[in-house]
Nanobody, 122 residues
Framework: QVQLVESGGGLVQAGGSLRLSCVAS????????MGWFRQAPGKEREFVAA????????YYADSVKGRFTISGDIAKNTVYLQMNSLKPEDTAVYYC???????????????WGQGTQVTVSS
């Protein structure tokens, strides 16, 4: 099992920045890929970004490219999501996910955090 704990959410004005963190514990060798998803009220959970520890490749949804950056510190088993130029439409609960292989769909990930709320005011 892999446990994931997110932090860093909050309320920010449009144009502002936030950095989310996700710390993995447990059988972290099973978490060679980590991703961020988000779910807004009344909408399905959607892919935001992902990183593959093997090679450090990163992937982003078109809606966040150029504004969000995913990075990680493998020594700390921690992945970050730096969010800049935030927009009201970025408001959602953000979830960290992990699995042995990277994917773009929530069903590709076996392990999930509890989520952290990000609210962007206009």
């Amino acid at each position: 099992q892999v446990q994931l704990v997110e932090s860093g959410g909050g309320l920010v004005q449009a144009g502002g920045s936030l950095r989310l963190s996700c710390v993995a514990s447990g059988r972290t060798f099973s978490a060679s890929a980590m991703g961020w998803f988000r779910q807004a009220p009344g909408k399905e959970r959607e892919f935001v970004a992902a990183i593959n520890w093997n090679g450090g490749n990163t992937y982003y949804a078109d809606s966040v490219k150029g504004r969000f950056t995913i990075s990680g510190d493998i020594a700390k088993n921690t992945v970050y999501l730096q969010m800049n130029s935030l927009k009201p439409e970025d408001t959602a609960v953000y979830y960290c996910a992990a699995d042995s292989h990277l994917g773009w769909n929530q069903r590709d990930y076996a392990y999930w955090g509890q989520g952290t709320q990000v609210t962007v005011s206009s």
